[in-house]
């Protein structure tokens, strides 16, 4: 596995609370992502960012907030945690190819948030 | 936005049999086409993937086609055997996208033995 780090694995929080989640990685790749999976909708992207301080909305970015002050680290925050935000969390890490084209993409391993 | 539309949700085979998973797509932009196995309670990992100027990839026992006129690609797994057994997912990324990948709704499979 490419080393991407995801913390925490597991968080039960309560709805109103803020909540960050954190991915780090080791292999100094440019893009890095936070998806969110669900039952009957695969992955979606939240988030995504293309370099240190550049960051963009994804499909389903209404709740989240990212950023991202040093390559290595990427977060991810719920200003204001609802139900619907229960979910499985995976960050993803990809560096472009130099003559244009995706590399693989290589995903942390997932924090399980529940959302009471 | 892009569309990725998948089929079907679930699959069983026989071991030894082989599985064809279908996905679709809507954006003409689209030029990579990965796909991703994940298994219970792990993270998804890359098994192959094909770019717009190829028609069919091949990596043993996996191959992937893909025609851009129709929009659509697919995954050929021969010889099945139970640790095929996995959640599997296409995407695709357009070429101005920073690589970011739309999914499809994944499809179940399931190898008897």
């Known amino acids: 596995d490419a080393g991407i780090t995801q913390s925490p694995r597991h968080k039960v929080t309560e709805t109103g609370t803020p909540v960050t989640l954190r991915c780090h990685q080791t292999e100094n790749h440019r893009y890095m992502y936070w998806y969110r999976q669900d039952p009957g909708h695969g992955l979606r992207l939240i988030h995504y960012s293309y370099g240190v301080k550049d960051t963009d909305k994804g499909e389903v970015s209404d709740g989240y907030s990212v950023s991202r002050s040093k390559t290595e680290d990427f977060l991810l925050t719920l200003e204001s945690a609802t139900s619907s935000q229960t979910s499985v969390y995976f960050c993803a890490i990809s560096e472009p190819m130099l003559a244009g084209g995706y590399n693989e993409q290589f995903f942390g391993p997932g924090t399980r948030l529940t959302v009471l | ?113």
Do not use: M
Request: hydrophobic share 30%; proline share 4%.
């Open chain 2, 1 to 113: 936005g892009e569309n990725v539309e998948q089929h079907p949700s679930t699959l069983s085979v026989q071991e030894g049999d082989s599985a064809v998973i279908k996905c679709t797509y809507s954006d003409s932009a689209s030029n990579y086409f990965p796909w991703y196995k994940q298994e219970l309670g792990k993270r998804p990992q890359l098994i192959i993937d094909i770019r717009s100027n190829v028609g069919e990839k091949k990596d043993q026992r996996i191959a992937v086609t893909l025609n851009k006129t129709a929009k659509h690609f697919s995954l050929h797994i021969t010889e099945t055997q139970p640790e095929d057994s996995a959640v599997y997912f296409c995407a695709e990324a357009g070429g101005t996208s920073y690589g970011k990948l739309t999914f499809g709704q994944g499809t179940i499979l399931t190898v008897h033995p």
